[in-house]
T-cell receptor, first 114, second 113 residues
Framework: GAGVSQSPRYKVAKRGQDVALRCDPISGHVSLFWYQQALGQGPEFLTY????????KSGLPSDRFFAERPEGSVSTLKIQRTQQEDSAVYLC????????????FGPGTRLTVT | DAKTTQPPSMDCAEGRAANLPCNHSTISGNEYVYWYRQIHSQGPQYIIH???NNETNEMASLIITEDRKSSTLILPHATLRDTAVYYC??????????????FGKGTHLIIQP
């Protein structure tokens, strides 16, 4: 079946622009995660949703980062007034539900801020 | 979460078993050991997880020492497609809202033809 999809795959933004990154999780998956991966580093946790509820946003690096999942399926990660240090791959993952272990990752969106 | 230590890189010949070590000496009783891998330009992929007992699935085997302070991921017959960064992660299975994974830098496994 279809896996996790993300769009766009690549995004170039000028410093100060706002960007929106989309994640389509596996159908029926309750949990959704966003991660940020800088070049040469492992992914770092940003935020977690269970259905439409954002239960953990402890990893969001600043108040310029905002995530939503209004209907409990598709999620959007928005970054306002982008800075060069925001350049990274943004990964989305979904999980079937509580009590399950495996997170399924999408291919990521590579954001470059110039 | 308990900290994990992995070698930064390893080589293995194609067709041989690849044994990837992970130290997690501060692991607590309710923490599981998870392994994920990330092939270049792809998102991470779940491989296997375990608590105390050794585990095996179609991808790999996980050997956890009796004191649970270290583990080894075994790819029994490595192929070129197994070249990837392998992450060992220690995490409680159900952490309420705090379910994000902490990846670290992992081991870059290079399979040589």
């Amino acid at each position: 079946g279809a896996g996790v999809s993300q769009s766009p795959r690549y995004k170039v933004a000028k410093r100060g622009q706002d960007v929106a990154l989309r994640c389509d999780p596996i159908s029926g998956h309750v949990s959704l995660f966003w991660y940020q991966q800088a070049l040469g580093q492992g992914p770092e946790f940003l935020t977690y949703f269970q259905n439409e509820a954002q239960l953990d946003k402890s990893g969001l690096p600043s108040d310029r980062f905002f995530a939503e999942r209004p209907e409990g399926s598709v999620s959007t990660l928005k970054i306002q007034r982008t800075q060069q240090e925001d350049s990274a791959v943004y990964l989305c993952a979904s999980r079937r539900g509580e009590g399950t272990y495996e997170q399924y990752f999408g291919p990521g969106t590579r954001l470059t801020v110039t | 979460d308990a900290k994990t230590t992995q070698p930064p890189s390893m080589d293995c010949a194609e067709g041989r078993a690849a044994n990837l070590p992970c130290n997690h000496s501060t692991i607590s009783g309710n923490e599981y050991v998870y392994w994920y891998r990330q092939i270049h330009s792809q998102g991470p992929q779940y491989i296997i997880h375990g608590l105390k007992n050794n585990e095996t699935n179609e991808m790999a085997s996980l050997i956890i020492t009796e004191d649970r302070k270290s583990s080894t991921l075994i790819l029994p017959h490595a192929t070129l497609r197994d070249t990837a960064v392998y992450y060992c992660i220690v995490r409680v299975a159900r952490g309420g809202g705090a379910d994000g994974l902490t990846f670290g830098k992992g081991t870059h496994l290079i399979i040589q033809p």
